[in-house]
């Protein structure tokens, strides 16, 4: 994730992920990429192919909203990662300081019974967690990365039955949410980067952030559960994100999640 030239990397990486057939170009049995080339993507766009060199190899990296978003519907992103792309062309002069988790955040955490919350960055650093969510696995505890445990921790891969799937949120929430120029995010990308799944999805490129999914889990002590994530964003403290867990009233996982303590 270098922040020399991360919009580069990312216009090459989804270009080769545009089969020719797909955007109505002439294909050829001895084409020798698989996706787009970098002229067909230019014409697509509607833009110079040598402008497009200047993009991908970070010589301009202001293009316009025009130039974004005729680049967005030619590698046909959704809008997450369109709204990815125009991140990465037009990042924040200045990023707000990190800021401790408050007292009234805490407070708030505790106050939910039996029902698993915490606060993480969008490094995915975990800040604070009532004791349902460190219960429920030890991922959630304070000091953990998210990231790290999903891909480089044995047991937690176990705790997941969908890990594949839930492996492929966490690298493109990581990738929507964490700030490219971050020194501390850098290394956490290079540490992940040892793991052979991690490498492959990362290299997909995709920007999804966090939002309302279900989750299972595979819990040691309480056996199966299913809780549904809801993702909140802490008011004037704009890099914490509340992920709170809520099962189905009545359902065998809310009385799971109540053994849980």
Same mark, same amino acid.
Do not use: C
């Given at each position: 994730? $270098?922040?020399?030239?991360?919009?580069?990397? =990312?216009?090459?990486?989804?270009?080769?992920?545009?089969?020719? @057939?797909?955007?109505?170009?002439?294909?050829?049995?001895?084409?020798?990429? @698989?996706?787009?080339?970098?002229?067909?993507?230019?014409?697509?766009?509607?833009?110079?192919?040598?402008?497009?060199?200047?993009?991908?190899?970070?010589?301009?990296?202001?293009?316009?909203?025009?130039?974004?978003?005729?680049?967005?519907?030619?590698?046909?992103?959704?809008?997450?990662?369109?709204?990815?792309?125009?991140?990465?062309?037009?990042?924040?002069?200045?990023?707000?300081?990190?800021?401790?988790?408050?007292?009234?955040?805490?407070?708030?955490?505790?106050?939910?019974?039996?029902?698993?919350?915490?606060?993480?960055?969008?490094?995915?650093?975990?800040?604070?967690?009532?004791?349902?969510?460190? $219960?429920?696995?030890?991922?959630?505890?304070?000091?953990?990365?998210?990231?790290?445990?999903?891909?480089?921790?044995?047991?937690?891969?176990?705790?997941?039955?969908?890990?594949?799937?839930?492996?492929?949120?966490?690298?493109?929430?990581?990738?929507?949410?964490?700030?490219?120029?971050?020194?501390?995010?850098?290394?956490?990308?290079?540490?992940?980067?040892?793991?052979?799944?991690?490498?492959?999805?990362?290299?997909?490129?995709?920007?999804?952030?966090?939002?309302?999914?279900?989750?299972? =889990?595979?819990?040691?002590?309480?056996?199966?559960?299913?809780?549904?994530?809801?993702?909140?964003?802490?008011?004037?403290?704009?890099?914490?994100?509340?992920?709170?867990?809520?099962? $189905?009233?009545?359902?065998?996982?809310?009385? $799971?999640?109540?053994?849980?303590?």
């Amino acid at each position: 994730m $270098a922040a020399e030239n991360v919009l580069g990397e =990312f216009l090459k990486a989804r270009r080769a992920r545009v089969p020719a @057939a797909r955007a109505d170009l002439p294909t050829s049995t001895r084409r020798r990429v @698989a996706g787009l080339r970098r002229d067909e993507l230019a014409r697509l766009a509607g833009i110079s192919e040598p402008y497009l060199t200047r993009l991908e190899q970070g010589v301009d990296q202001n293009p316009s909203p025009q130039v974004l978003r005729s680049l967005a519907r030619a590698l046909e992103l959704d809008a997450d990662t369109s709204t990815y792309l125009y991140s990465l062309a037009n990042p924040d002069s200045e990023r707000p300081p990190e800021t401790a988790v408050s007292e009234d955040v805490h407070q708030l955490l505790d106050m939910w019974s039996h029902t698993p919350a915490y606060v993480r960055n969008r490094r995915f650093d975990v800040l604070a967690a009532n004791k349902w969510a460190r $219960a429920l696995a030890p991922m959630y505890e304070p000091g953990h990365n998210l990231a790290r445990d999903m891909f480089l921790d044995p047991t937690t891969r176990d705790l997941f039955p969908d890990w594949p799937l839930i492996a492929a949120q966490t690298a493109a929430a990581l990738r929507a949410e964490a700030d490219p120029r971050d020194a501390r995010t850098n290394r956490l990308i290079a540490d992940l980067e040892t793991d052979a799944d991690f490498r492959t999805l990362w290299a997909q490129h995709d920007a999804r952030p966090s939002r309302d999914e279900l989750k299972r =889990f595979a819990h040691p002590v309480v056996g199966d559960l299913a809780v549904r994530r809801q993702a909140l964003t802490v008011g004037g403290s704009e890099d914490q994100v509340i992920i709170v867990y809520q099962a $189905a009233p009545g359902s065998s996982s809310e009385a $799971a999640l109540a053994r849980l303590v």
